[in-house]
């Protein structure tokens, strides 16, 4: 079963090591810290994960959560063990400060609109399964 968690969805991929979620509306310190958790969780399964992050319909975020021992520890973690970070649908802000990290960290991060959501699929190497019938799908733009 796919987490889901507040304003968080997980989106179930076809590649068992690319994790996918899409956030609606505001991410509170709660659904920061659960998403965290997950993510350890998978750190601690998975010597290397991509992962795809769909913001389109992100409103906003709690700063608390900066200060979340599981938050700070999957951040931390995801330096290490996330190979590929791909951000659909961010807001200006967010998508300069990917550039500039991208440079800096040992991620390969990268920003894509929403009219490039295929193209972000195709950076994380996998695709969306459609939960109803459990076949990868295309994904939408």
Known sequence: MAFSFGPIQQIKTDVPTVYAFK???RMTDD???ALAKVMNIAFDQHKKVNLLLDLS???GSDW???FDDDV???RFRA???VSRYAVVGAPERANRMIGFLDKIIPVDARAFSVSETGDAWTFVGARPV???TG???MPAA
Do not use: N, Q, R
Request: no cysteine; aromatic share 4%; net charge negative.
């Open 72 to 74: 700070i520890e999957s």
């Open 64 to 66: 608390d959560s900066l």
């Open 135 to 137: 076949a990868a799908a």
């Open 79 to 81: 330096l290490k063990h």
């Open 57 to 59: 319909g992100f409103t």
């Open 23 to 25: 956030v609606t509306g």
């Open 130 to 132: 459609d939960e109803a």
């Open 31 to 33: 659904a920061s810290e």
